[in-house]
Structure formats: C-alpha cells, structure tokens
C-alpha cells in the first residue's frame, strides 16, 4: 500500500483555470505538507497542517487554498492558474511532536500550465 | 528565520570515490538535520538523519557528521555506485519542526 498518496500524478491545463490535486496518507501521521519544486528543483514549503488545523502559510499567492477534511487527507486547490505556477507539487506527511521527524513524501503532481 | 547553504551544486564522482556534501545552517536552535535522496522523476526519500545530541551516526556506506558549535553538517557516501547518482537534499529542523531545505547537490556516478 501507498503510504502518501497524491492525484493526479500530472496536470496539464491552460492558464486561467481551476485545478486540484489529492493527497492522502495511511500512516497515521498528524502532520501534512504541500511543497513546490521548481525546475531548479529547489523545494518551497507552502502549507502544513497538524491535525486538520492550518499551522504554516507561507507567502503563497491567495489562489492557493488547501482544505485538510480529516487528519489524513490534505488536498491543494489552485484558482486562475498562470504559467509561473508549473512546478512540481509534492505533499508529504511527518509525526508531531518534540525533535522533528522526517518526512514521507508523495510521489509528485507535475503541473505545467499553458 | 532558518537560512540552509548547501554546497557544491552539482558533484561529479567515479565509481568506487567518495563523495561529500556539505551544509551550514543559521539558526543554534536546530536540532534535527535530515538528509534526502531524489532519484530523477521520483520523490525525495529519507536516506539518513541526525540530532543535535549526537555527532556523527552511519548506515551502511553512508554517514553524517554534525558539527554545532560551527553549525555545519555533512553527508559522506564511501564507495559510489552509479545507483547512487541523484540530487541530495539536506534540511535542518527547530523549534518548528518545519524542516528547511538546501537548494540541493546533483551527485553524478560515472561508472
């Protein structure tokens, strides 16, 4: 089984549109993140949610909105989308709590917007 | 807030060397530093980490070293194989536990 699932694995859409991408986790982790990478492959956090509950918002534009219906799933949805939003999107998951744990990541939703 | 130098960018390396990336953070309240592993076209993956109350920890043909007085940290890999080859990212965690990550090092295996 998939520990940290995202759909749709690639997007391809023009520019102006609404898009959303999937992420869910079996692992029982609290702790959820969105991160963009770029072609550089520099890896951006955007959102991380502990329990449902939005803990970090980067500076992300406002078209940007993750939802988190449950402590397993954190879903990404993108409003009027511009070119400069094709990256690739990663969700990933961590346990909480005192000392940092490290991540499990999704295998990736590359988006190009054209 | 947490600023992670990672360097060199790309690393060029013949099958059998070893190699070696190297990170410096800013920020003396980090005390989890990770290191990831991502294969072209794939996902990063945790390949090893430390914390701050330890110096150096190994896994086989990799190793991490931790030095916090100068606040930098390595990843050794001893005896490359070209599977070996991928871009590696290191991160160091603080109080937030939200990990910041190097701009990443591309590591090329010639066999």
């Known amino acids: 089984d998939t520990a940290v699932s995202q759909t749709p694995k690639y997007l391809v859409t023009q520019m102006g549109n609404d898009k959303s991408i999937k992420c869910e986790q079996n692992?029982?982790?609290?702790?959820m993140y969105w991160y963009k990478q770029d072609s550089k492959k520099f890896l951006k956090i955007m959102f991380s949610?502990?329990?449902?509950?939005?803990?970090i918002n980067e500076t992300v534009p406002n078209r940007f909105s993750p939802k988190s219906p449950d402590k397993a799933h954190l879903n990404l949805h993108i409003n009027s989308l511009e070119l400069g939003d094709s990256a690739v999107y990663f969700c990933?998951?961590?346990?909480?709590?005192?000392?940092?744990?490290?991540?499990?990541f999704g295998s990736g939703t590359r988006l190009t917007v054209v | 807030g947490e600023n992670v130098e990672q360097h060199p960018s790309t690393l060029s390396v013949q099958e059998g060397d070893s190699a070696v990336i190297k990170c410096t953070y800013s920020?003396?309240?980090?005390?989890?530093f990770p290191w990831y592993k991502q294969e072209l076209g794939k996902r990063p993956q945790l390949i090893i980490d430390?914390?701050?109350?330890?110096g150096e920890k190994k896994d086989q043909r990799i190793a991490v070293t931790l030095n916090k007085t100068a606040k930098h940290f390595s990843l050794h890999i001893t005896e490359t194989q070209p599977e070996d080859s991928a871009v590696y990212f290191c991160a160091a965690a603080g109080g937030s536990y939200i990990p910041t990550f190097g701009r990443g090092t591309s590591l090329i295996v010639h066999p």
């Open positions: 949610y502990n329990n449902k509950e939005l803990i």
């Open positions: 990933a998951s961590s346990p909480s709590g005192q000392g940092g744990y490290g991540y499990t």
């Open positions: 920020d003396s309240a980090s005390n989890y």
């Open positions: 692992l029982g982790h609290d702790t």
């Open positions: 430390i914390r701050s109350n330890v």
